[in-house]
């Protein structure tokens, strides 16, 4: 890149010394969630894998959300580093566990992951699952 500024009668120009890149980031960024992607059955008080897709992501946050209540969030894992790996345990709560954790049965549940967006020049991607799933007592 040459920069010219004019001042006066006399031009002053510089060029970068070095050569650089310039990359599209919107083309790299990607999430997409793979399980559960709706109509699962989950059962309160066991564990399952939360898995995902991820494209220029390395942190991602996840997040358990309710299709009858917009307002309901409850996150899985905030900031995580999912390296390679793109899923994790979740062991899910139920009435024995620790008051206030507890996650009431419903068939609305959807699981939102939320990716990117914490490095300099990159934008955040979302994706959640593309249909309910059930969280049941067992």
Do not use: C
């Amino acid at each position: 890149i040459i920069v010219h500024q004019q001042s006066g009668e006399k031009l002053i120009s510089d060029y970068s010394d070095n050569p650089f890149t310039i990359n599209n980031s919107s083309a790299v960024n990607s999430v997409q969630v793979l399980s559960p992607n709706g109509g699962e059955t989950w059962e309160q008080g066991k564990t399952y894998t939360i898995s995902w897709g991820a494209t220029g992501a390395p942190e991602v946050s996840v997040y358990l959300v309710r299709d009858s209540d917009p307002i309901y969030r409850l996150a899985i894992r905030h900031n995580f580093v999912s390296g390679r790996a793109n899923s994790l345990e979740w062991s899910i709560p139920d009435a024995t566990t620790e008051a206030g954790s507890h996650i009431a049965d419903g068939s609305d549940y959807r699981i939102w992951v939320i990716g990117g967006g914490n490095t300099m020049g990159t934008t955040a991607t979302e994706d959640r699952s593309d249909a309910p799933f059930k969280i049941v007592n067992q």
